[in-house]
């Protein structure tokens, strides 16, 4: 299994960002793929859900609204479409397959002024 998560950066308060996570080494369109954040010095959190086909998704009530997730199982790749992002959205954001353990190294996100 590899994920490789990209597209986080520097962004003011209000603006977006749109993550991209590039799998490999497993069958994607078999598995749910959820988005995952972590802030300096708090635990790891849960954000976003999709299911393998697409039709369902799920969100943490902190970012239902602003952030929307996506795939596209020919490319094997899994978006998140982050609006409206605010300084607690600040964070080191990662990608990972249901049931399956591995995790990508993220990609840092800094919401600030």
């Known amino acids: 299994v590899q994920l490789v998560e990209s597209g986080g950066g520097l962004v003011q308060p209000g603006g977006s960002l749109r993550l991209s996570c590039v799998a490999s080494?497993?069958?994607?369109?078999?598995?749910?793929m959820s988005w995952y954040r972590q802030a300096p010095g708090k635990e790891r959190e849960w954000v976003a859900r999709?299911?393998?086909?697409?039709?369902?998704?799920d969100y943490a009530n902190s970012v239902k609204g602003r952030f929307t997730v996506s795939r596209d199982n020919a490319k094997s790749t899994v978006y998140l479409q982050m609006d409206n992002l605010q300084p607690e959205d600040t964070a080191v954001y990662y990608c990972?397959?249901?049931?399956?353990?591995?995790w990508g190294v993220g990609t840092q996100v800094t919401v600030s002024s």
């Open positions: 990972k397959a249901a049931n399956l353990q591995a």
């Open positions: 080494r497993f069958i994607f369109s078999l598995y749910d």
């Open positions: 999709i299911i393998g086909s697409g039709g369902r998704t």
